[in-house]
């Protein structure tokens, strides 16, 4: 149980393509959804929360206009990387869990980034 | 901000051993203490968790030993094996959500 789905799982595009990256879970409803990036040999820097039907919550020094999450059902969150650039290059992953505060966080298999 | 530390960075350790991860953290934290599994390419998984109501924490192979007082929690992975290699982050409530520490690298050799 407890699955979730991140496509697509490696995109390569050139500079000023927008992307987009859906995260699903697949056999629960998730309450709520992270977004994270992770560079090589790096932790997870969190980039964003969302809760589903309302507006994404951006941790400090993330640009909302440049990273747009859309959380509009309880089971697919979407980040779109507006105009990317090459250093948006990164490694991008989604988890989801079933309720706020301090629950378990059941992850995607990330989605590779990679900007001409 | 929630300061959260690992260690030792990268760990070998030889098939059958056991590996022991250690994570220390700043401020004072609730709930629930994870350790996640990440293997190269792939998101994290959770390994194993703790509530502070209790010291320790078996699963199999894995064991979570927490110390409140010291804001410290270890991961314990028993008869070490080959697939064990990868990338180990613990997790620590902050917030609405978790800060997670910089990892560490184990390698299990046949």
């Known amino acids: 149980g407890a699955v979730v789905s991140q496509h697509p799982s490696w995109v390569i595009c050139k500079s000023g393509t927008s992307v987009k990256i859906e995260c699903r879970s697949l056999d629960f409803q998730a309450t709520t959804m992270f977004w994270y990036r992770q560079f090589p040999k790096q932790s997870l820097m969190l980039m964003a929360t969302?809760?589903?039907?309302?507006?994404?919550?951006?941790e400090q020094g993330v640009e909302k206009d440049k990273f747009l999450i859309n959380h509009a059902s309880l089971t697919l969150s979407t980040l779109t990387v507006t105009s990317a650039h090459p250093e948006d290059s990164s490694f991008y992953i989604c988890?989801?869990?079933?309720?706020?505060?301090?629950?378990?966080?059941?992850f995607g298999d990330g989605t590779r980034l990679s900007i001409l | 901000q929630q300061q959260v530390k690992q260690s030792p960075q990268s760990l070998i350790v030889q098939k059958g051993g056991i590996s022991i991860i250690n994570c220390a953290y700043e401020n004072t934290a609730f709930d629930y203490f994870p350790w996640y599994q990440q293997f190269p390419g792939k998101g994290p998984a959770l390994l194993i968790a703790i509530r502070p109501d209790v010291s320790e924490k078996k699963e199999g192979r894995f064991t979570i030993s927490f110390n409140k007082s010291a804001k410290q929690f270890s991961l314990h992975i028993m008869d070490s094996q080959p697939g064990d290699s990868a990338t180990y982050f613990c997790?620590?409530?902050?917030?609405?959500?978790?800060?997670f520490g910089p990892g560490t690298r184990l390698s299990v050799l046949p």
């Open positions: 969302s809760n589903e039907g309302s507006k994404a919550t951006y």
């Open positions: 997790a620590v409530p902050y917030g609405q959500n978790f800060v």
């Open positions: 988890s989801a869990s079933l309720g706020a505060g301090h629950q378990p966080q059941h």
